[in-house]
C-alpha cells in the first residue's frame, strides 16, 4: 500500500539523514521514479523533504523534523491508546488495520512514551460484553453494513422488531451506524424518515447497486439525539416499587430498555428502598419484576400490580402439571 510506503520512506531518512532516489528504490522495492512521486506526495503533504545534487547529494529531511506523534506528551499518548479500544476494530472487521495503526503510532514515539502506554495497556482492558452472554465480534452484519454506510448504498433488510413474530422487508438509506452500551444501532431513512434499526435484529441484508439518498451536511450525532429524545417521549407508566436495599441497582439495570427515564430512588425504612420509573410497557416491566420474587413489591399502579399477580397465576398453572411434551 503506498501509505506504508510513505512511511517506511520517512522513516529511513530519519535513520539515515540522505538516501540517493536508487537507494531508496533499492529498499522500498519499487522504481526510482516512484521514489520521485512519493517524495513529491510527501512535500505536498507537508513533509520538510528536500533534494541535494552532487556525487553524494540524495533526498533528506529539514534537520530536527519529528513527526507529530513523537510532540505527544507522555498524558496525550496514554489517552489516546486507551481511547481506541481495540474490541471497537475487531467488531467492525479492521482489526489488523487497527492494530498496524497502532503499531506504526507506537513506534513514532518517544522509548519512554512507548514504554508508558505499554505499561497502562498491561493494566487496562475494554471490554463492552460485560458480564452477560459473550457475542463474539459484533453482529454479523456489521462489516457489510459498514462498507454500505461508507458507500452510501441502498438496502433491503429483513428486520424483526422487538417483539414481532414476523420479519418485515424493508428497504432503507443508510445514514450512519452508532455503538450505545454496546449495542450497534443503525440510522437509516425509511420512506424518507429516520429510523434507528439494531444490527442484531436484522435477519438478512442485501446490498442494493442503487445510492442511497444521505442529506448533505447530515449531523449524525444530532439525529441519533433527536431519535433517542423521540423514543424517551413515547407514551410511559410511572411506576413505584419498594425494593430490598442493596438490590436497586440491579432491578434498575435489569430494566433496561423498559424505561423512559432515569429513576429516582430514596430510603424506604432500615431494610428498603424506594424506586419511582417510568417504563414504556407495563408487560414488559412484569416480565423483569416477576424475576426478583419477594425481592421487591410493586406499589403503583394498580394495574401493574394485578398484572404480576395474573401472570404469576398463568406461570404457576402450566408449570403445576408435567410438562406438555409431543
Known amino acids: 500500500m503506498r501509505a506504508d510506503r510513505l512511511l517506511q520512506l520517512v522513516a529511513l531518512l530519519r535513520q539515515h539523514q540522505r538516501l540517493s532516489a536508487s537507494e531508496l528504490a533499492r529498499r522500498l522495492e519499487v522504481t526510482p521514479r516512484t521514489v520521485v512521486r512519493d517524495i513529491d506526495a510527501l512535500s505536498a503533504a507537508g513533509v520538510p523533504v528536500y533534494a541535494e545534487r552532487g556525487r553524494r547529494g540524495g533526498y533528506a529531511l529539514l534537520p530536527g523534523y519529528r513527526p507529530a506523534a513523537e510532540t505527544l506528551t507522555a498524558e496525550e499518548s496514554r489517552a489516546l491508546f486507551l481511547a481506541v479500544g481495540g474490541q471497537l476494530s475487531t467488531s467492525l472487521g479492521v482489526d489488523r488495520d487497527f492494530q498496524r495503526a497502532l503499531r506504526k503510532l507506537s513506534s513514532g514515539l518517544p522509548e519512554e512514551h512507548a514504554r508508558s502506554v505499554g505499561h497502562t495497556l498491561d493494566r487496562v482492558l475494554f471490554d463492552p460484553e460485560g458480564w452477560g452472554r459473550v457475542r463474539p465480534g459484533g453482529p454479523v452484519h456489521l462489516p457489510v453494513t459498514l462498507a454500505a454506510v461508507e458507500q452510501d448504498r441502498r438496502l433491503r433488510i429483513g428486520y ?16 450512519g451506524l452508532v455503538q450505545a452500551a454496546g449495542t450497534w444501532y443503525l440510522i437509516a431513512a425509511h420512506r424518507g424518515s429516520p429510523r434507528t434499526y439494531r444490527l442484531d435484529r436484522i435477519q438478512r441484508l442485501e446490498v442494493l ?23 424517551r417521549e413515547r407514551e410511559a407508566y410511572p411506576i413505584e416499587l419498594r425494593v430490598l436495599r442493596g438490590q436497586a441497582d440491579l432491578v434498575i439495570r435489569q430494566l433496561g430498555l423498559a424505561l423512559a427515564g432515569e429513576p429516582t430512588r430514596r430510603p424506604d425504612g432500615p431494610e428498603h428502598e424506594r424506586v419511582s420509573a417510568e417504563v414504556t410497557s407495563l408487560r414488559g416491566a412484569v416480565g423483569v419484576l416477576l424475576g426478583f420474587g419477594d425481592w421487591l413489591e410493586v406499589l403503583d399502579p394498580p394495574e401493574l400490580r394485578a398484572l404480576m399477580v395474573e401472570i404469576a397465576d398463568q406461570a404457576r398453572t402450566i408449570h403445576t402439571d408435567p410438562p406438555h411434551l409431543e
Open 209 to 231: 447497486s442503487a445510492r442511497g439518498h444521505r442529506p448533505p451536511g447530515l449531523d449524525l450525532a444530532a439525529v441519533w439525539q433527536q431519535l433517542r429524545a423521540a423514543w
Open 160 to 175: 424483526r422488531s422487538r417483539g414481532a413474530q414476523q420479519v418485515r422487508t424493508r428497504t432503507i438509506d443508510p445514514w
